[in-house]
C-alpha cells in the first residue's frame, strides 16, 4: 500500500510564490508512489483557534476540521512547506497546525521552506522543528530550504537554472529520508502498540 502523506501549506497571501512549491511537492511524492495530498490551510478555512478538535463534543466539531482530523489520523507522514514572515512562522498554517494535537502522535514529519531571500525561510523552518516535535512527531533531520523562490520554480511550478537543479537533488534526498522513517514507524506501530 502507498504511503499515505499530507503536504501542509499555510500562505493566506493573494499573491502565493509558495503554492508551486507545495505543488512540486505533491507531484514528485505521487511520482515516487506516495499517496500524496496538498492540505491549502487558506481552502480548509479553520477559524482562529478557539477550541481545539479534541474539545469538542463528539461530532460537533465544524466539518471541515473534522474531515481534516479523520485525514491526520490516517496519514503516514506529514511535510509542512512553510514561507518565513519576520524570522517566525506564518500564522495560517501555525493556526491550522494547533487545532489538533493526538492526531499527529507517533508519525514522521519533514519541513520545506522558502523565501524570496537568499535564506529560503531558514528561521521559520528551524522554528517549525522544535514546534512540530512538542505535538508528537518525529521530525527528520533532513530539511529543504528553497531561497529566492522566484528564480528556483517558475509560475507552473517547474524547477529553472541551477537553483532549480539543487532543489531537486535536495527533494530527492529529503523524500529518501521521509520515506524510511514512515516505513520504519509503519514497522513499529505493527510491532508495538505506542505508549500512549
Known sequence: MADRILVFYGSYRSDRAGIRLADYIVDGLK??????????????????????????????????????????READGFIFVTGEYNWGMQPGLKNLTDHFLEEWFWRPAGIVSYSAGRLGGAHANLAWHGTLAEMGMVVISSTVAVGQIANTLDENGTPVGNAGKSFERAFGRFADDLTWWIEASKRQREHRTPPF
Do not use: C, S, T
Request: aromatic content about 4%.
Open 31 to 72: 511520482n515516487r508512489g506516495a499517496d500524496a495530498e496538498l492540505v491549502d490551510a487558506k481552502a480548509v478555512d479553520l477559524p482562529m483557534l478557539d477550541r481545539m478538535y479534541k474539545e469538542y463534543p463528539e461530532g460537533e466539531a465544524p466539518a471541515p476540521m473534522e474531515a481534516l482530523a479523520v485525514k491526520i
